[in-house]
């Protein structure tokens, strides 16, 4: 176990904490908690809150590292309200993060004023779902017409096939009742969910890495993150699945925290006061009905409701539960720890019943509707074609529900139509293969290009992540599976358990049409292993000054960099208008174009 940035060092050649200049004292605040973060004391000591610091409670309760008010007093304001605002510094970083993401987000976010991409489709089955329960038809110009209109205009009562579940165009649908069928409507709910996702991934960040600062810069990388900010602008299904996931996650993480809080409540304590290890405890105790768990399903049925993948995402995060359990009852001194953990697996377990009733729920708009042929698409599927067989002690619903759902998976595993922006997941971790979503060419003093543009401009929307985090992303990558794999460090392992559930199926449909904007699931977890590395960059407690002080001016240029790329790529992320030379200067690779 190794000492934390409030440990008491007195390493040769280095003054006390008390003697070093006060610039340095707060340079430390910020280092890269190493295995046991925030322990308080030298190893092995207790401290005066009666922590037996370094010991099994920090080792399964980590303590978060304290702020300092001294930036509040630096700015003026009184020592009463910077105290108040020190203890609210876990909220109010992430709030002022994601702040700024909201704003970036929401700036003129019906601009195009056009249906992008594949908005063709989830706009107008939002539109439908909410005021019918089912998908439908819509003639060939009705883009043009939902325009021209403001979306006035009569929805179909064809029934449509479509081959994604409901829940994410249920979401879009939401802002399309409160702010009308246009492109800020169907844009309002995903530009929302983006956002908090901003404020989920900064109190996760704090809570995975007990440090306030690492976890709001999370937020800010995943603020500043192109495919993120994009995807939060576009009415597309995988941003609303990217919430889920993550939200699923931040539950998946209190309910680490508080069933080892109970275990280490539980444990005894010997003649000095301390608390130690025990088997009996640790073999034997209930860590109670897990809420955080079924809530963790909950998230995770609608994630599978909004994309199929997110099926293997519930998967890995039920793994990743069981064996956190299995870790917590080691720490505490179990003998059998695999045997004790066969309890709190069932609880782990009972996220998929709860999922799997949260997705068929989602379907209920298509359950309930007419069963005389003007109903959802194959609704009548079992008392028509699907007569007879085996299975006709099922409800007529569910048999129709299941033939559907065999259809759409027919579709998904056999769809290899080619497509100009699809690319293979070997590309994405390096951007090789952005989607275009919207590309015009205005003249001058149109569409916002300026009239001395002496040439035409572009108008792009690029769903491109900002480059230099992702290929920072890359090294973080590398360095969590080294740091798990090699220092047994929990967190990076929950860090790399993101990134591969959400990239690494992709893998077994390299045949399959597929687009880097998939990608989008997995950016709050890169977003935390970048963070991680930055950490790492600063320095671990214990380090020499200059040290510290190199890490802390090299991770602060490099984040400075991102935010410097976010800002260049601006005009191909928000489709303002730029000329034509200065387009072609920000498209880095030939295969951007």
């Not at 995060?317 to 697996?345: E, N, Q």
């Amino acid at each position: 176990m190794t000492s934390t940035a409030s440990s008491m060092d007195t390493r040769q050649g280095q003054a006390p904490d008390d003697l070093r200049p006060s610039w340095q004292q707060r340079l430390r605040r910020f280092g890269y908690t190493a295995d046991t973060p925030g322990t308080a004391g030298p190893r092995g000591e207790g401290d005066d809150t009666g922590r037996d610091a370094g010991g099994v409670v920090d080792r399964l309760v980590p303590p978060y590292t304290e702020p300092s008010p001294r930036l509040w007093l630096a700015l003026g304001v009184p020592p009463a309200l910077a105290e108040r605002l020190t203890r609210w510094s876990g909220w109010v970083g992430p709030l002022l993060v994601t702040l700024m993401a909201g704003v970036m987000r929401f700036w003129n976010l019906g601009s195009p004023r056009a249906v992008i991409f594949d908005e063709t489709y989830y706009a107008k089955d939002a539109w439908a779902l909410v005021h019918r329960g089912f998908e439908v038809n819509w003639d060939k110009n009705a883009n043009d017409l939902v325009l021209q209109t403001h979306g006035h205009l009569p929805i179909p009562t064809d029934a449509a096939y479509v081959v994604h579940p409901p829940v994410g165009k249920y979401v879009i649908g939401i802002g399309e009742l409160i702010f009308g069928f246009d492109p800020f409507g169907w844009r309002f709910m995903t530009a929302l969910l983006g956002t908090l996702s901003v404020l989920l991934l900064c109190r996760i960040g704090r809570r995975l890495l007990r440090s306030t600062f690492l976890g709001c810069l999370a937020g800010a990388l995943m603020a500043l993150d192109g495919l993120h900010f994009v995807m939060s602008r576009t009415s597309l299904l995988d941003g609303v699945l990217m919430f889920f996931v993550v939200a699923a996650f931040g539950c998946l993480l209190v309910d680490r925290d508080r069933a080892r809080a109970r275990l280490a409540a539980a444990l005894p304590t010997d003649a000095d006061g301390r608390v130690r290890p025990d088997a009996d405890t640790a073999d034997r105790l209930f860590l109670g009905w897990r809420p955080w768990r079924w809530a963790a399903g909950l998230l995770l049925g609608l994630a599978i409701g909004t994309k199929w993948n997110g099926l293997y995402i519930l998967a890995a995060f039920c793994v990743m539960a069981i064996l956190w359990d299995v870790g917590a009852r080691k720490v505490a001194g179990a003998l059998h720890p695999y045997t004790a953990s066969i309890r709190d697996a069932l609880f782990a377990a009972a996220m998929v019943p709860v999922a799997i009733a949260v997705y068929v729920l989602s379907w209920l708009g298509w359950i309930l509707s007419p069963t005389d042929g003007s109903g959802g698409y194959f609704r009548t599927w079992a008392a028509t074609d699907g007569k007879g067989g085996s299975w006709t002690f099922l409800p007529d619903w569910l048999r129709s529900l299941w033939h559907y759902e065999h259809e759409v998976y027919q579709f998904h595993v056999g769809l290899s139509s080619p497509h100009t922006y699809q690319s293979n997941p070997w590309s994405w971790i390096v951007l090789g293969r952005p989607v275009s979503y919207f590309y015009e060419s205005p003249s001058p003093g149109a569409a916002g290009c300026p009239m001395n543009a002496g040439q035409k401009c572009a108008r792009e929307v690029l769903a491109l992540g900002t480059p230099m985090l992702w290929w920072v992303g890359c090294f973080a990558i590398l360095y969590v599976l080294w740091r798990w794999a090699f220092r047994r460090d929990w967190r990076a392992g929950a860090i790399a358990c993101g990134i591969a559930a959400g990239y690494l199926p992709w893998f077994l449909y390299q045949h399959r049409t597929i687009f880097l904007f998939y990608a989008v699931v997995f950016v709050p977890f890169l977003c935390l292993a970048v963070a991680m590395l930055i950490g790492a960059i600063i320095g671990p407690p214990g380090s020499r000054d200059t040290r510290r002080v190199i890490g802390a001016a090299g991770a602060g240029v490099l984040v400075l960099l991102i935010a410097w790329n976010f800002i260049y790529f601006w005009p191909i992320y928000t489709g303002t208008a730029i000329p034509i030379d200065a387009w072609r200067a920000r498209m880095w690779l030939d295969t951007w174009v």
